[in-house]
């Protein structure tokens, strides 16, 4: 599903591959639009059918497609060759922000984005050494779009969800990890990102985490409780997903705890 930021919201239903994705990227995507959401919806049932399929062929872990998924660098390209300059950017499950940030090169500019939401297959409890090269990327992204007020990379699906936050307005910069489970984050990293933050917006950094005790049962379900600050997917398509999974009413929810971590 895509939605651009024209006269009014746009659902590109009939676009069902990254082949035909790619296509529309690089040849009928109009070069003004303001806003850009994809995402790349899946079943998480037939996933776990899959994997367990593979597992018994002896496929490696990293087969699993509801868990272990990466975006086309294709697609990435396509997206970034092509030029465009919104507003805000989302895509989800489609591109890796590993591979977005390994695409884009200097030479391209983005003098609007203010927005960018990406998920990132290395947000999972077991990577907890790689996640801290994810934290890097704000101030990479911060470098190379000179508007950009916010960087949201997450990921979610059955039994986890995480989120990395970075939001700057005129007298905060900030990072908040919202997630099911803890992360140790480093010394080493919180003091480069404080640099970074006083180099470009002359703000001390703040750093937060947002601890979710709630049972995460599908990856809209993951969505709901990020309570992301941004729109990666339009309500009624969230509500259609949670739905799928759990029919069950879902309006009785505890809220997540927040303490500052420095």
């Known amino acids: 599903m895509a939605g651009m930021g024209l006269a009014r919201p746009i659902c590109l239903m009939s676009i069902k591959t990254k082949t035909q994705t790619q296509e529309f990227l690089h040849s009928k995507f109009p070069k003004t639009v303001k806003t850009l959401s994809m995402f790349e919806d899946f079943d998480e049932n037939l996933a776990a059918t899959v994997r367990a ?29 092509r030029s465009v300059d919104p507003e805000e950017l989302s895509i989800s499950y489609m591109v890796d922000a590993a591979d977005f940030f390994g695409t884009y090169t200097p030479a391209l500019t983005w003098q609007n984005l203010r927005s960018l939401a990406l998920t990132s297959q290395l947000l999972h409890a077991q990577n907890g050494q790689s996640i801290q090269w994810l934290l890097y990327y704000p101030g990479a992204a911060a470098l190379r779009i000179p508007s950009l007020r916010r960087l949201v990379i997450w990921r979610g699906f059955k039994g986890s ?13 900030s990072i908040t990890w919202r997630s099911t489970w803890d992360l140790d ?31 995460i049962v599908s990856h809209g379900d993951a969505i709901h409780h990020l309570n992301l600050p941004c729109n990666v997917v339009d309500p009624i398509s969230l509500r259609q997903m949670r739905k799928e999974v759990d029919p069950e009413d879902q309006s009785t929810r505890r809220p997540p705890v927040l303490f500052p971590f420095i």
């Open 53 to 81: 399929n593979r597992f018994s062929r002896g496929t490696p872990e990293h087969a699993n497609m509801a868990i272990y998924r990466r975006g086309s660098y294709r697609v990435t390209e396509a997206l970034v060759s």
């Open 161 to 173: 969800a995480s989120a990395i936050i970075y939001q700057v307005d005129e007298e905060h910069a």
């Open 185 to 215: 984050l480093t010394p080493g990293m919180i003091k480069v990102r404080q640099r970074v933050a006083l180099q470009l917006h002359d703000l001390k950094l703040q750093i937060f985490k947002r601890l979710i005790y709630e049972e």
